[in-house]
């Protein structure tokens, strides 16, 4: 009987979650459906405490014939190719540059660092084991094993087995790393570039038809079914996607990158990924970037972003960051609030006016929400999170002309 080939190498369970770093799922590469269920099957024998990669066994039941049916003769020449293919799949992972150099008396930002990695270290067939034979190459080592950092995504394997389309997979990916936020918004190129469709579907219908609508139609069966909407530039165009969906808190594996300090907590508020969040704070860790100038970016960003000058603000917020497009302005306010006198009753002056910070009560509304199905968020209610983070600290409610409630600070 067929069962009996593969007593011995029996497959994961559906339920495992699969781990990997957050530069992978970002990373652009290009796999066939085969190639992605192969991939799941190694990604689920992985086990937390490994330290190298170790040769697998994979039965052919579990990648061609996930029906339950008997694997035919095409389904082997599908595997022979396979085979032969994933000996040149190369992954392309880029790092933006943290170093800047000085031109002409300008701060100009170095070319990004980046890495071509084959995937796997081979591939081999077994006739007598009916099973694949495969390792996965040491370079990739890095984005696979040993995730402890917070810089990494997890997916039930039982979600991704119900996939048949590898850019499903892919966007099935690149959503859940923002499962907590219920949304993300990527542009056109951006996505493109990640599925490897760099110059192809110039038509963006085609495209619509053929990767964003067969996504969606395949991860309804999943616990990422999504709506979209397209966003279009000044010449019509599409030029990027927001995607939205539940938020998918449930799942725990490893731990989430912890929140203790004031800054990680205002860049989670705005929706940065947890992949940007380590990166900043590798930052810090370096004395590259005060902890405060990350505050003052945010405060700032989000007055754009309300006054409708942005539209994505956590990726606002992260450029604005690394290439420190605020960095003379957070030192011009640091030397203004050391220098500026307190004004007195009655006397006034232009430049001791006092600079203000500004929320929007509806967006610390939304910002508290998210905290709290994170577990995350100070106080029972929205009410006494108010009080612990904003009034406690200086800030007052008022309302303007329009109607629009505000939380307002001087600096």
């Known amino acids: 009987m067929q069962g009996e080939l593969f007593v011995s190498d029996k497959p994961e369970p559906t339920s495992k ?43 052919v039941t579990e990648v ?7 694997p035919s003769s095409n389904d082997y020449q599908q595997l022979k190719d396979m085979c ?27 070319a990004p660092s980046f890495s071509n990695t084959p995937l796997m270290a081979y591939a081999d067939y077994s006739s007598e084991e009916r ?26 394997l039982m979600q991704l087995l ?53 996504a969606q139609q395949e991860l309804s069966q999943t616990n990422l079914a999504f709506q979209y909407e397209l966003i279009r530039g ?45 990166a900043i704070g590798d930052l810090i860790d370096r004395g590259e970037m005060e902890p405060g100038y990350v505050q003052y970016v945010v405060q700032q960003q989000r007055s754009k972003s309300s006054a409708g000058k942005i539209k994505n603000l956590a990726g606002a917020v992260f450029t604005a960051l690394t290439k420190g497009h605020l960095a003379d302005e957070y030192r011009k306010a640091l030397q203004r609030q050391k ?14 006016a006092p600079q203000l910070i500004r929320y929007r009560l509806d967006e610390a ?12 968020a100070k106080g029972a209610t929205f009410q006494e999170n108010l009080t612990l983070v904003y009034l406690s600290q200086g800030f007052r409610q008022e309302q303007d002309a329009n109607g629009v409630e505000w939380l307002i600070k001087s600096l």
């Open 64 to 70: 061609v014939a996930l029906s339950g049916r008997r």
């Open 84 to 110: 032969a293919l994933l000996a040149s799949r190369v992954l392309y992972v880029e790092r933006p540059s943290k170093k800047k150099t000085k031109r002409a008396g300008q701060a100009t930002e170095e």
């Open 339 to 352: 220098r500026t006198p307190r004004p007195c009753s009655g006397g006034s002056s232009e430049s001791a």
């Open 131 to 156: 099973a694949l034979v495969v390792r996965f190459n040491d370079r990739v080592r890095e984005h696979l094993l040993q995730l402890n950092d917070g810089n990494f995504t997890q997916a039930q």
């Open 365 to 376: 509304r939304e910002a508290y929400e998210l905290m709290a199905q994170q577990k995350m």
């Open 17 to 59: 979650l699969v781990v990997q770093r957050n530069d992978l799922v970002n990373a652009r590469f290009a796999l066939t459906t085969l190639e992605m269920r192969l991939f799941m099957a190694m990604l689920a024998r992985i086990n937390r405490e490994d330290t190298e990669f170790h040769e697998l066994r994979i039965p």
């Open 162 to 214: 119900k996939l048949k389309s590898a850019h499903s997979y892919r966007i099935y990916w690149l959503l859940k790393q923002y499962g907590s936020f219920g949304t993300r918004t990527i542009r056109v190129e951006e996505l493109k570039r990640v599925l490897d469709l760099e110059g192809q579907y110039k038509q963006f219908p085609l495209f619509k038809l053929r990767v964003l609508d067969r």
């Open 234 to 278: 000044k010449s019509n165009t599409v030029e990027e996607i927001r995607f939205h969906f539940t938020p998918v808190t449930s799942e725990v594996l490893l731990p989430s990158l912890p929140a203790t300090a004031e800054w990680q907590k205002v860049l989670l508020e705005v929706g940065v990924s947890a992949s940007s969040i380590a």
